[in-house]
């Protein structure tokens, strides 16, 4: 999100469907009561809105940040009207950190199973989403997102490469309970490999692995060298 948000063409919303899917599912997240209180809950009404805005040139680009696990009791046919990418990530390295925040996670809450499915329903219609995988993202990121505004069929900029540290104007009234580590980014890091994995998230790993595999077989790869 804090990539496209440094394009000049590119408006950016930041997981409009929270509110609704904190309503609809009655989910306990820090800040739940402020959400509710301040944005659209109606999910449905919200995309419509979002699709029908008129933006102003040079804004004529709209980036949605979604999660999967919010597009719950929705009509996903609004995917059918947008160019889709999949954020994917090795569930190895996400699990330790999504349990910092979500102690009793689940495979619901990784997004996995749901992404691959959203994935084949689009590519069954004829689209073709895009998936970026952050291991391969951080590798080279500018050759990843170069070869994924191509993809877009919008030019690159190497201004997506890097942003201010802190909060931005596009986050989230929810920013302050998650987004300590992007505040403190300027830009992509290199994924520090994670060898301690707990065993007691085994049988969560063995769970989410399979989706993980599907998607990562698609995902745009970078350049490497080798």
């Not at 306990?28 to 009561?33: F, M, T, V």
């Not at 069954?124 to 895009?130: K, L, V």
């Not at 170069?146 to 900029?157: D, N, Q």
Request: charged letters at 25%; aromatic letters at 8%; proline letters at 7%.
């Amino acid at each position: 999100m804090y990539s496209f948000a440094q394009r000049r063409d590119t408006l950016v919303v930041d997981e409009p469907l929270y509110g609704h899917f904190l309503r609809v599912t009655g989910t306990i997240h820090p800040g739940r009561n402020e959400v509710l209180a301040t944005v659209n809950c109606d999910g449905d009404s919200v995309m419509r809105e979002l699709l029908a805005r008129q933006r102003d040139p040079p804004r004529d680009v709209l980036f949605m940040k979604q999660m999967a696990h919010h597009l719950v009791d929705i009509d996903r046919d609004f995917m059918r009207k947008t160019h889709n990418i999949f954020l994917v990530r090795d569930p190895r390295q996400m699990l330790p950190s999504l349990m910092i925040q979500m102690p009793h996670a689940k495979l619901a809450n990784t997004g996995l199973e749901t992404q691959w499915h959203l994935y084949r329903g689009l590519t069954d219609a004829g689209q073709q989403p895009a998936i970026l995988d952050s291991r391969e993202l951080l590798l080279d990121p500018g050759t990843v997102l170069e070869k994924l505004c191509a993809h877009l069929e919008i030019p690159y900029t190497d201004d997506m490469l890097s942003w201010p540290a802190g909060a931005r104007p596009e986050d989230g009234i929810w920013a302050p309970h998650w987004y300590h580590a992007v505040h403190r980014s300027t830009g992509f890091s290199v994924e520090v490999a994670k060898d301690d994995f707990p065993e007691r998230l085994e049988p969560l790993l063995a769970e989410c692995k399979p989706w993980y595999d599907k998607l990562y077989e698609h995902a745009i790869r970078a350049d490497t060298g080798e």
